[in-house]
């Protein structure tokens, strides 16, 4: 069961919110209740808010929530509640009311608060770091990507007096939006991965990008810490922000001007070899994570730790054996005509900066089992003018390397498949619903398959096809 639209709190929460009236008298008999935004995870006693998004309203699940059990329901449209039977408690908006319930948990929270955001690597970088000091003490990271508005609220109502630290992610994907979560947040340590192209088409400019990335600082305090990434083109820009709110910077990257530095990467079968450098000591450590991107996201978990006096060694250690994201560069290995098939899916999102990336690390992967590289590709979102530019340098890039096999999947490139090295390419679709059937990729053992795209194109559907057929075989 997926709780984590599930909110446990005390009914004196509830006492925070403008109620306009009132069809249940049921939270009142408890000391301690649930409060669930998802009507598919509600359970027994549960109270249901009926949140109002932009592609859905729920008001329209109250029936499912109440067949799972919620004890009443919050909702903000008084035609349902005059003509409903359900318990209901009506307020005049639903978002402002779980608000209230998410301040009223958050301002007794003594939590050591940090915020991390940049162009890619948020997620991964909040899991590593909920790795590291989960390890040590309870520790609260925001589930999933859990990072705009709503996903901030969700994340402050759940947080626990217990927790000694708390970790939120903050995206953006127009103007004017990391500032206002960073003030919902307050944070003592805030991290900038780094600064991409992700939602160019909405911010107009990379260094617009930077601007809003470097807008994490306005809900921190004048003694607050922020990692930033040495390497960025927009470094000086980030650091002059920072350095006006008279906050502490740490760098990371592979300058040797970092703080938190990457000296040296060494690839071999199956593993790689890194030197990293915290403040001029050194620590070492070998992964199994090929795609050197993500091993990016290290640095700034080092710098936290360093920050917190942590172990550095043993930090590594459990950076090391930490897991990914689902979707984020999750590989599989699979038998296939008595050899084997390594699929690996990273069809969470695409930005350019993590699609060149992990193109460059397919094609400089190593392993003893892979004998021929397929990738299927599809378009990159929310790019707006920088469309062409963005996706013919793909292509450019894709006939650049060593991979053998080439499939696009989507409006876009479908158009530039013509461009794709004649060696290379295979087949474009337009649209993953034009797949007929995995028989299409013509898979022998010794395969590996990479499969990247924007989230809205589907192809994470495909790699639930592609596990189901591999398994079958």
């Known amino acids: 069961m997926n709780d984590n639209y599930r909110i446990n709190c005390s009914f004196d929460c509830l006492k925070s919110i403008n109620i306009i009236d009132q ?89 050591l608060k940090i915020a991390i955001t940049g162009s890619v ?47 939120f992610e903050v995206g953006m994907n127009m103007k004017n939006e990391i500032r206002n979560l960073s003030k919902l947040i307050n944070p003592d340590i805030a991290v900038i991965t780094n600064i991409g192209e992700a939602h160019i088409g909405n911010l107009g400019s990379k260094e617009n990008i930077a601007i809003e990335k470097s807008s994490i600082i306005e809900g921190m305090s004048n003694n607050g810490i922020i990692l930033l990434p040495r390497d960025s083109d927009y470094f000086e820009l980030l650091q002059k922000n920072a350095l006006a709110k008279n906050l502490r910077t740490i760098t990371f990257g592979y300058s ?19 030197e990293f450098s915290v403040f001029g000591e ?72 993590s699609m060149f990336e992990a193109i460059r690390a397919v094609d400089e992967y190593e392993a003893d089992q892979i004998s021929r590289k397929i990738i299927i590709i599809g378009d990159m979102l929310e790019l707006g003018d920088f469309n062409e530019k963005y996706h013919s340098d793909l292509v450019n890039l894709i006939n650049e390397t060593t991979i053998d096999h080439v499939y696009f999947c989507g409006e876009y490139l479908s158009s530039l498949f013509g461009m794709v090295s004649s060696k290379k390419k295979k087949k474009y679709f337009k649209s993953v619903n034009d797949i007929r059937s995995i028989d299409e990729f013509q898979l022998v053992g010794g395969d590996l398959i990479f499969i990247k795209g924007g989230n809205k194109i589907g192809l994470n559907n495909l790699v639930q096809e592609f596990i189901n057929y591999l398994a079958l075989t």
């Open 256 to 274: 040797s001007k970092s703080d938190i530095q990457i000296k040296k990467i060494t690839r071999g079968k199956d593993r790689v070899f890194i």
């Open 282 to 353: 050194v620590f070492e450590a070998y992964s199994n994570m090929q795609n050197i991107s993500i091993i990016n996201n290290y640095l700034p978990v080092l710098g936290i730790a360093h920050i917190l006096n942590y172990d550095l060694t043993e930090v590594l250690k459990n950076i090391v054996k930490s897991n990914v994201n689902k979707s984020r560069w999750q590989e599989f290995d699979f038998e296939l005509d008595k050899g084997q098939i390594k699929l690996i899916d990273d069809t969470y999102n695409a930005s350019p900066t």
């Open 23 to 111: 069809r249940s008298g049921i939270y009142l008999n408890n000391k301690e209740c649930n409060i669930s935004t998802d009507s598919r995870y509600v359970q027994k006693k549960d109270i249901f808010i009926a949140l109002k998004g932009r592609y859905s309203d729920g008001h329209n699940f109250l029936s499912q929530a109440f067949n799972n059990g919620a004890s009443a329901a919050i909702i903000s449209e008084k035609k349902i509640f005059e003509e409903s039977n359900f318990p209901l408690i009506l307020v005049q908006d639903t978002f402002i009311a779980l608000s209230k319930i998410a301040e009223h948990n958050f301002k007794d929270i003594k939590s």
């Open 121 to 167: 690597g948020k997620t991964t970088t909040k899991d590593y770091l909920n790795n590291v000091l989960s390890y040590y003490e309870p520790t609260f990271a925001a589930p999933e990507s859990f990072n705009n508005e709503l996903g901030i609220a969700l994340s402050k109502a759940k947080i626990s007096k217990l927790d000694k630290y708390a970790i």
